[in-house]
């Protein structure tokens, strides 16, 4: 079985490394027959490169990437790709194929709606205001695709609103956010994290929000929510096929 590496982020904040191994963990529950690794692109242990070389001296020929990243920037263009040319140098008769990134797929907005649920107690109520909090982009274009995710979690609810905010380089901020949706008329705020894990980014957005008053709740972030197994072995199969396909017309 071509083993599925999982690729994370990484962060100096421990509860970040627990959560996202806490959601590998439940994969390998889902699918106790598919050899799945975990291993961290910076700060945390097992680096890519140490889990990639366990695979080849093992004796393996294949392995699929799957990052357990939510954009497809920095990282998935060019670090990680940089990563695995590597690897396929030191290991020339391992096929490594990298899957897409998790990105905005639809079944991650569920789970992020079911965070708020649990939140909440009740995904209904009309004067509720959702601040959907993510990572910020030195790339426009993708900070634009991201504050539509608010209208996605949105959508089907009787939610007062939704508006993005987002924690590093780009607009608007948290505070911006919430005042935006008192304005329209929310009476309860819930935080809710695009975000894997919690983290330095995740409590950086929790203490500017404090700032703004009483009736604000916090989300839990995405974590092992069966909505991430899925996209991450769905990642995993398009990618296993690709590969099947690629040998299969090289040998």
């Not at 935080?191 to 839990?220: K, Q």
Request: with cysteine; proline share 5%.
């Amino acid at each position: 079985m071509t083993p599925l590496i999982a690729v994370a982020h990484g962060s100096r904040d421990p509860r970040s490394a627990r959560v996202v191994a806490a959601a590998v963990s439940a994969l390998r529950e889902r699918r106790p027959d598919l050899d799945v690794r975990l291993c961290f692109l910076d700060l945390n242990a097992p680096s890519v490169d140490q889990v990639i070389d366990a695979v080849a001296a093992e004796g393996h020929s294949s392995a699929v990437v799957v990052p357990m990243l939510l954009g497809s920037a920095f990282h998935a263009r060019v670090d990680l790709p940089a990563l695995l040319d590597a690897a396929r140098l030191r290991h020339p008769h391992l096929h490594v194929r990298q899957a897409d990134v998790l990105g905005h797929d639809a079944r991650l907005v569920e789970a992020v709606r079911g965070r708020i649920g649990e939140a909440v107690g009740a995904t209904g109520e009309s004067g509720l205001g959702i601040v959907l909090a993510a990572v910020g982009s030195s790339d426009p274009a993708a900070n634009d695709r991201t504050r539509a995710l608010a209208g996605a979690v949105a959508a089907g609810t009787r939610w007062s609103g939704a508006v993005t905010c987002f924690a590093t380089a780009a607009e608007p901020t948290v505070q911006q956010a919430i005042s935006t949706l008192r304005r329209n008329g929310a009476e309860r705020i819930v935080i809710a994290p695009w975000f894997l894990a919690p983290g330095l980014l995740t409590d950086r957005l929790s203490r500017a929000a404090e700032s703004c008053g009483p009736g604000i709740t916090y989300a839990a972030t995405i974590g092992p929510h069966t909505r991430l197994l899925d996209v991450m072995l769905d990642r995993y199969s398009q990618s296993h096929a690709e590969l099947r396909r690629y040998r299969a017309l090289s040998a």
